[in-house]
């Protein structure tokens, strides 16, 4: 069974920086979908930034563009969110997560479309 274990998490102030990690054992990650996630006290999982395919197709929120970015290393079987210029409304519990499969959900980052979840690490961004 596989797992996935995040971390990088922890209590920031607006403007800072932070780099989340997803560790993957039991399966690699190598040409899957993996996606961060995001859910904030009363609203649903949100897909913050997707990586796919043998390419890296990615994909940003728009609320995360020119502030996120993903990145994996096959090597380390691990993905990365590099978060700057950090937002009160960025706070949440962020996942991680797997699709054993690419499609157009995956792509477009839909959280139904991924099967294999971290335990989610918080991120809190507050002054």
């Known amino acids: 069974q596989g797992q996935l274990v995040e971390s990088g998490g922890g209590l920031v102030q607006p403007g800072d920086s932070l780099r989340l990690s997803c560790a993957a054992s039991?399966?690699?990650?190598?040409?899957?979908?993996i996606g961060w996630f995001r859910q904030a006290p009363g609203k649903e999982r949100e897909g913050v930034s997707c990586?796919?395919?043998?390419?890296?197709?990615?994909y940003y929120a728009d609320s995360v563009k020119g502030r996120f970015t993903i990145s994996r290393d096959n090597a380390k079987n691990t993905v990365y969110l590099q978060m700057n210029s950090l937002k009160p409304e960025d706070t949440a519990v962020y996942y991680c997560?797997?699709?054993?499969?690419?499609?157009?959900?995956?792509?477009?980052?839909?959280?139904?479309?991924?099967?294999?979840w971290g335990q989610g690490t918080q991120v809190t961004v507050s002054s």
């Open positions: 997560a797997a699709a054993k499969f690419i499609t157009s959900a995956t792509i477009n980052c839909l959280p139904r479309a991924f099967g294999s």
């Open positions: 039991g399966f690699t990650l190598d040409y899957r979908a």
């Open positions: 990586i796919s395919g043998s390419f890296d197709n990615t």
